[in-house]
């Protein structure tokens, strides 16, 4: 659920990236994903917990001031972006402190980027947008939860921490831009699927987390329901 939350968030973040970019367009469709491709599988969970309807309001408010271009939209912006947030930590109670817990999610975080970008490019091609700016997203957020924990993965293994470190920095190169022509990807899918990879493994190394395949899409919704 906590993931799921996050994701919301990052579609946000990719929102807001397309209005900087003077794209209201996309910057619609990134307001809209929360609700249509999410809000039926965290409807319930956060209504048993009070939390359903302050944070529905908050991203409606926030989409109806994107479809009007509205000059204030910051405001709305920062007030779902906060709800998001204040809702994550809701959601995970004392586990939010928890190291381990905040690098499952950054674990879930890249899943989704790794999926998100395998289907933005195609035979080397920069073919969806979309979904680039998606992984996009889901990378930034991944990016602001990581420092949290940095400190934590040092003590728990030196060379992990560089490793991380280092494929961070790949992956910083690769969507170091949010607007990216169509045409010849940044990377190749193997490449980010190399560097998520190396993160996700050391992040397990280092704070001992139990590992297991990568979830599918179907798989993540399928959890999200329970």
Not at 39 to 62: I, N
Not at 112 to 123: G, I, L
Not at 154 to 180: K, W
Not at 208 to 225: D, M, R, S, Y
């Amino acid at each position: 659920l906590v993931s799921a939350l996050a994701q919301i968030w990052g579609h946000l973040e990719a929102s807001a990236a397309s209005i900087e970019a003077g794209d209201w367009a996309y910057a619609e469709a990134h307001a809209g994903h929360p609700v249509a491709e999410y809000w039926e599988q965290v409807e319930g969970p956060l209504d048993e917990q009070g939390l359903a309807q302050p944070l529905r309001e908050a991203l409606d408010r926030y989409l109806q001031a994107v479809e009007s271009q509205a000059s204030d939209y910051q405001q709305a912006l920062q007030a779902a972006v906060s709800r998001t947030h204040e809702t994550m930590e809701a959601v995970a109670g004392d586990d939010w402190n928890n190291p381990a817990f905040r690098a499952e999610l950054i674990r879930h975080l890249l899943e989704s980027v790794e999926h998100e970008y395998s289907e933005a490019v195609q035979d080397g091609q920069l073919a969806e947008l979309v979904e680039y700016q998606d992984a996009w997203g889901f990378f930034t957020v991944a990016r602001q939860l990581y420092p949290d924990i940095a400190q934590q993965v040092q003590t728990g293994s030196h060379e992990a921490a560089e490793e991380i470190e280092h494929e961070l920095a790949e992956l910083d190169r690769i969507f170091g831009s949010f607007i990216v022509q169509p045409g010849q990807a940044p990377a190749s899918p193997e490449e980010v699927d190399e560097a998520v990879g190396e993160v996700r493994a050391e992040l397990a190394k280092a704070l001992q987390l139990a590992t297991a395949e990568p979830k599918g899409p179907a798989e993540t919704v399928a959890e999200i329901k329970e």
